[in-house]
C-alpha cells in the first residue's frame, strides 16, 4: 500500500514535473528579458543625450558664427560712418569733435587732480603726512588709477594697432 501510494505520488510528481521546470524556465527567461530591456533603455538613453549634446554643441556653434558675422557687420558699418560726407562743415566737425572733447576731459581733469596733488605736497610740506603716506594718498586715490589706466590704455593700444590692421 505504502509503495503504491509513493507510486501514486512520484506519478503525480512526475506529470507536473515537467511543468514546474516549464515554469521556472520561462520566469528565468521574464527576468533575463527585464534585464536586456533595462539594458536597451539605459543605452537608447544614453545614444539620445549624446546625439541632444551633439545637436546643442551644434547649435552653440552655429550661435558663435552668427555673433562673429554681426560683429564684423557692425565693425564695417563704424568704419563706414566714419568716412567723410563731403560736406565740409560736417566733416570739420566730425573730424574736431572727439579730439575737443578729449582735450577738455584732459584739461578737468588735470585742474582736479592738480588741486588734490598741490593738496597733498602742501600737507607734505607742513610736516602734517610723511612722505610715504603722501604717495600712497596720491598714487593710491583716483589719480593715481586714472592715470595708470590711461597709460595701460595707450600702451596696450599702441602695441597692437599695428597688429590688428595686419591681420585683416
Known sequence: MIVSLIGSVL???????????????????HTRELERMDKDAENQLKMVEKKTDAKLAGVEANVAVEEMRAFAKQMDN????????????????????????????????????????????????????????????IWGSLVGDSIQAVLGFLFGYRSTKGRVSAAR
Open 78 to 137: 563704424i568704419h563706414k560712418a566714419q568716412a567723410p560726407t563731403g560736406i565740409p562743415f560736417v566733416d570739420t566737425f566730425n573730424a574736431l569733435l572727439r579730439p575737443t572733447t578729449a582735450s577738455l576731459i584732459m584739461l578737468l581733469f588735470v585742474g582736479t587732480a592738480g588741486m588734490y596733488v598741490w593738496a597733498v605736497i602742501t600737507k607734505f610740506m607742513a610736516g602734517a603726512i610723511p612722505l610715504d603716506m603722501a604717495a600712497a594718498m
Open 11 to 29: 506519478g503525480m510528481a512526475g506529470g507536473l514535473l515537467p511543468d514546474i521546470f516549464k515554469e521556472f524556465r520561462q520566469s528565468r527567461e
